[in-house]
């Protein structure tokens, strides 16, 4: 990365005196319980060094776009995708069938996006989509029939899980994909997604499908946070209230996210939170936006210490009752990571430039998304 190590070179001597800082914060979200061995404690150093060299030479601009994932509207970097780059500058991108035509056409949009993001920010982009397989399938024609995990569930067979994802994440992979938004770990979600009614189920089959993706080289994302299975209103069209008290939901829809974190079987998956709301943990705002939720249950109670993604804010449940401007802020302070804008690219300017806003004049915001930042430059970097 010639432009990488040529921004770096003013910034090293100041990376070098935190070093130490950042090391005991890289260790931190590593979840470290044994003392590191020598090598560990090189490769730590060496990850901590390059990202803080990173991070330390983006702009402001460039350090809030680590902080978004768009879509583009076409399956080719046209005009129109690269001016909207330009002026949203996000660091990660979302593919839908629009932008899916052939496994050609993939390789080169996924390279040029590669290209232009690293070249703008200095590290390579999360390149994302929703591969469940059943009914959530994208470029149908052209991929693999993958079947649902309602289907899979129903071998009674963990291992078909793994296979199934070794076979989508090396497809992926080929493709330059490296990240799959699955699996679904909610309970008796619609649309045959989930693979079981029963959390136990639930957690052997995610943690199967984990496996395979980190065996095909590919990230993952556990969705979505604290489950939906329990919804009666599709979020796409607006919001909902689920009506379960706390306990149900810890011992039910939360547990296996829990179970899974807690086995360490997440150590390759982001974690999607939905936006839906749940009185019971939060009366007052959704999941996305619930700094109780995020911060307090999934990164506290669960002790989850990898990526946080929100939901698409364009869904229903979000866009008919918060300004976009607000709602990238709002997901940040509660304690996402990357916020999801996927299908407006009116929607996605605005989203940015609240953040973008608040990242000049709020210095607690700033302050939470150069954390945020370091945490994904870190684990693109791993």
Known sequence: MKRLTKRVLPVLFISGLLLAGVLAYAFFLLGQTEAPSRTSVSSAAAGADKAAAAVAAMTPEERVGQLMMIGIMGPELDIAAAQQLARCPAGNIIFFDRNMVSPVQVRKLTKELRQRIEMHSGVLPFIALDQEGGRVLRMRGSFPAIPSEEDIGRTGDPAAARKWAILTGKTLHDLGINVNLAPVVDLDSPAERSYSTDPG??????????????????????????????????????????????????????????????????????????????????????????????????????????????????????????????????????????????????????????????????????????????????????
């Open 201 to 382: 189920v639930v957690t052997e089959f995610a943690a199967q499908a984990c496996q395979g993706y980190r065996d095909s080289q590919v990230w993952c994302a556990l969705k979505h946070f604290p489950g939906i299975g329990k919804v009666k209103t599709d979020p796409h069209i607006d919001g909902d209230r689920v009506q379960a008290d706390a306990e149900e939901l810890r011992q039910q829809d939360i547990k296996p996210f829990a179970d899974l974190i807690r086995r360490k079987e997440a150590a390759n998956a982001f974690v999607m939170v939905s936006n839906v709301t749940f009185p019971a943990l939060d009366p007052e705002w959704p999941a996305c936006v619930s700094r109780r939720i995020m911060t307090d249950i999934l990164r506290g109670t669960c002790g989850y210490q990898g990526l946080i993604l929100s939901d698409d804010m364009e869904m229903g449940a979000m866009a008919k009752h918060y300004a976009f401007s607000d709602m990238g802020v709002m997901a940040i302070k509660a304690g996402a990571d990357i916020v999801l804008v996927c299908h407006d690219y009116g929607h996605e300017k605005e989203t940015f430039e609240g953040m973008l806003q608040a990242y000049k004049t709020d210095p607690e915001f700033q302050r939470l998304a150069d954390e945020k930042v370091m945490r994904i430059v870190r684990t693109k970097l791993r």
